[in-house]
């Protein structure tokens, strides 16, 4: 197995480490299940060094990446248009006030759309996915048709659109997007995967938007 699902309980987000010569773990959820997590990476990926991608600025997906940045001695990146928040410890702009957190600045690098992240084991390319944030992104593998969406679209629904800086045309606009690269596995930020034909949720997804 080259991509690892750290299930998230409750509301915080499933994280994905993903291996390869240059590891990378894909969300750190609240933090709640910081010991939980770093057991698994080291489990997995020994002393490997590991870098986050984090997929968008809320805190079920952020919170824990201060702690888990400084545990791993990672590089945090994520899309310039949802790094703001993150760098300034902001409660507000990360939605961390909503699930009556304080949010901590965390230190982070920019990533934007067409940027590709090689682990070794697997090839993605960052696609900058706006609707549910504004800087959201999913990382796609085009020769397996891997996705990996955030809070973007799940197995069985669409991200919502209600909290700054959302929006559902952009949303649909992405989700369009994504269905036409036609994945294949679909590894969401909440929610179980789906192994094969990921595409067909692309459709249920837009007939659902497009009801709105
Ligand atoms: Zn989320
Ligand atoms: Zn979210």
Known sequence: MTIHMLQGAGYDSNCYLVTGERPILVDTGTGINHRRLVGRIDEVVGDRRVDIVLTHRHYDHVGGARRMAEALDA??????????????????????????????????????????????????????????????????????????????????????????????ASLAASIRKLADLHPVDLYPGHGPCVRGRAHERMGIALRYLGEI
Do not use: K, Q
């Open 75 to 168: 590089e945090v990146m994520m899309h310039p248009l949802d790094a703001a928040p993150v760098r300034e410890g902001s409660s507000e702009g990360t939605s961390a006030n909503i699930f009556g957190e304080v949010f901590e600045a965390v230190e982070v690098s920019d990533i934007e759309d067409g940027h590709v992240i090689d682990t070794g084991d697997h090839v993605f390319t960052v696609l900058h996915t706006p609707g549910h944030s504004v800087g959201g992104i999913c990382l796609y593998e085009g020769e397996t048709g891997i996705l990996i969406s955030g809070d973007t679209v799940f197995a069985d629904g669409v991200g919502r659109w209600d909290l700054p800086t959302g929006d559902v």
